[in-house]
């Protein structure tokens, strides 16, 4: 057997007192990691862990985390905690053994010091059925006898669960029929007004009777100054002075004031492009109302034109006007 091969035995006393003192520290320590360590009765594979977690290892500096820390739950008035652990950690709060109505959780934390922290959580259970109540409202102040509809309803618990239970029957409100009645007037009266019936039903004596009279034909004035105002009022102004070097002015006008209405007709009905009144020119163009207006209608308009803002020519019909409108713009 070769001597380089195998490790040199001790050779003197002091050798032997060297190794036997480190077996004798080996075995001390072992001992001591066994005893802090490890717990009669424990069970968990990983306490060993835990421990070294929670308390530190026994050679390192204490951390500056306190470990005592607390935390204790509390429900409603009930003086006994529902739990107490270290955390962080989680509990489960079975709220079907709990009574349907407002609780509070209320969770305490304790430091190492003995200092308290609190938080209040309320909540609500609703583990029965829903309830349903028509005809008294909460707070409400009544007298004499009151009608009162109740109605239950819950499905949670059921694997067939008809949902028609959950309509509580109730009356109609007052506004639903309000708006009823005003819906179906408004109806009726639109449509009779709009119904025309036919000529073997008006000429019976029953529809007669109940005919509506034609209304009577507004002046040709009226009708004129209207049509200006909706249709001719928002370029020649309301006052007939026009936009200048846009749209031309009414009042004074040449053509407007000549006692020959054709060319003032001609423009209305078939437009313009552009005209120069007084050495002025106006670059707007005047668009064609031809299919616009009936010859009553343009007669009525050009006539109020004519007559108004200090001109005073001749007027025209509306025969003067399907003449013109007949021979186009010529």
Known sequence: MHHGMMASAPSGIWEYMIVGIALVVFILSIYLCIKHFVRPGEKEANHIKI???????????????????????????????????????????DATLLEDGPHLLRIIAIDRSGHRGVRKVPFEVRNGPGIAVDGLREHEVVEG?????????????????????AETPAPVPTWAWVV????????????????????????TPTYATIAVQPQAARPASSLGADLYRTSCAS??????????????????????????????????????????IKGVAYQAQMP???????????????NH?????????????????AKVRGRGNK
């Open 305 to 321: 034109e004519r007559t108004s803002w200090g001109n005073n020519a001749p007027p025209v019909t509306p025969a003067d006007v």
């Open 235 to 276: 370029c020649h102004q309301i006052n007939g002075q026009g936009t200048l070097n846009i749209f031309p002015p009414l009042a004074g006008d040449p053509v407007v004031v000549d006692r020959d209405g054709t060319a003032h007709i001609r423009i209305v009905l078939f437009g313009s492009k552009g005209t120069t």
């Open 51 to 93: 421990k070294i977690i929670d308390d530190g290892i026994p050679w390192t500096a204490p951390s500056p985390v306190e470990k005592d820390t607390r935390i204790e739950v509390y429900l409603d008035d009930n003086p006994a905690p529902l739990t107490t652990f270290a955390p962080p950690d989680r509990f489960e709060l």
């Open 145 to 165: 006898k009151i009608n009162v509809l109740v109605n239950a309803y819950g499905g949670a618990y059921e694997e067939k669960w008809e949902p028609t239970r």
């Open 180 to 203: 009823f009645i005003v819906v179906g007037a408004w109806g009726m009266f639109y449509g009779i007004q709009q119904w025309k019936p036919t000529p073997q039903f008006a000429r």
């Open 288 to 302: 064609a109302w031809a299919d616009q207006l009936s010859d009553e209608e343009a007669a009525a308009v050009i």
